[in-house]
């Protein structure tokens, strides 16, 4: 008897994600204005990544539709954040931009690239790849750290806009610390998606190699 198709998009952890993406939309809506109800839904939208996770090792759901929208739900909802911030902080419009390029272009290539090899999600890279991506991705402490302290930034920025005067902490209010602490994280951060960029085009290049190495043979028989 031949298997039931099975329907990914059900998949609990593909379910969570589409609960992401409609949190993701809500704060859209209310970043401009409404803080608190805008940063109660980015956060658990962000948070849900951690659980869409576990739910696809858990139940045994883990698949390459679930890693793209994983993915992309992130960087939109990143780039959500930078559009508003922008808004609120015209001066600084270009490193936004960039931010958000950098961001947006050098994940995309690199989890197509990775998808192109035959891997299962953005987040597996071999030990043989890259000695810096291996610690990014194989140690979660570390990938914790980075991840919370780019958002964190980002977030400071935006709640600094709408409270300004914050308790001080060593002569600095609450959100403008939490800013300059992680702005070196974000910074790095940055860095590490230039250098997702750099990796999945040498990749990429070699796949090309490859197939049109594998055409040529083709074409002489």
């Not at 992680?182 to 070699?206: D, E, I, R």
Request: charged share 15%.
């Amino acid at each position: 008897m031949a298997e039931a198709s099975e329907n990914v998009f059900l998949f609990v952890p593909n379910i969570i994600g589409f609960g992401r993406v409609i949190l993701a939309i809500i704060s859209f809506y209310f970043m401009p204005t409404h803080c608190n109800i805008a940063v109660t839904c980015y956060i658990t939208s962000a948070l849900l990544d951690a659980f869409d996770g576990h739910a696809a090792r858990y139940f045994n759901q883990s698949t390459k539709f679930g890693a793209m929208l994983d993915q992309l739900t992130d960087r939109a909802g990143t780039a959500g954040l930078m559009m508003t911030l922008a808004t609120f902080y015209p001066q600084y419009t270009f490193w936004f931009q960039l931010s958000m390029a950098i961001d947006i272009t050098c994940h995309w290539l690199y989890l197509h690239t990775t998808i192109l090899q035959g891997k299962k999600s953005h987040k597996f890279i071999d030990m043989s790849e890259n000695p810096i991506m291996s610690v990014y991705y194989t140690n979660k402490t570390v990938l914790f750290f980075m991840c919370a302290g780019n958002e964190a930034f980002y977030a400071a920025l935006y709640m600094l806009y709408f409270y300004p005067t914050t308790p001080a902490i060593l002569g600095i209010s609450l959100y403008k610390l939490i800013m300059w602490v992680s702005l070196p994280v974000a910074v790095v951060k940055a860095g590490l998606s230039v250098l997702h960029g750099v990796v999945a085009s040498l990749n990429l290049a070699t796949i090309d190699v490859k197939e049109r190495a594998e055409i040529r043979e083709k074409q002489e028989k």
